[in-house]
């Protein structure tokens, strides 16, 4: 019986251990997806043509097409996309909103989304 016990006790040690694992790459996650989402509110604010973030986009999608082995696919995505956006002249050429810092941003989007 106390064997059995000392069984149970290993096994919800693992099961705790994946889910504080699964827990910190959804954290990683929604870090990412925060990031890129306030990117595209950024460029929605500068007006950028949909055939131009069409192209990001597809760049993107194209770009992670073959997944990579040992990398999660959606966040695989989501850090190309967050990349390709970066890389947007329009974001380098005009600044955002003098006195908007980026938590103000963050909070912007979630209270719309």
Do not use: W, Y
């Amino acid at each position: 019986e106390l064997q059995q016990k000392v069984e149970e006790t290993e096994l919800l040690k693992m099961e705790l251990q994946m889910l504080e694992t699964e827990r910190v790459r959804l954290s990683l996650v929604e870090e990412k997806l925060m990031d890129v989402l306030q990117l595209l509110q950024q460029l929605r604010d500068l007006n950028i043509s949909k055939r131009a973030l069409g192209k990001i986009l597809l760049s993107t999608l194209e770009s992670c097409r073959d997944p990579q082995p040992g990398k999660a696919h959606l966040f695989e995505v989501l850090d190309t996309l967050h990349q390709e956006l970066m890389g947007c002249e329009l974001l380098h050429k005009e600044p955002v909103e003098q006195g908007q810092s980026p938590q103000a941003l963050a909070n912007a989007l979630v209270i719309s989304c």
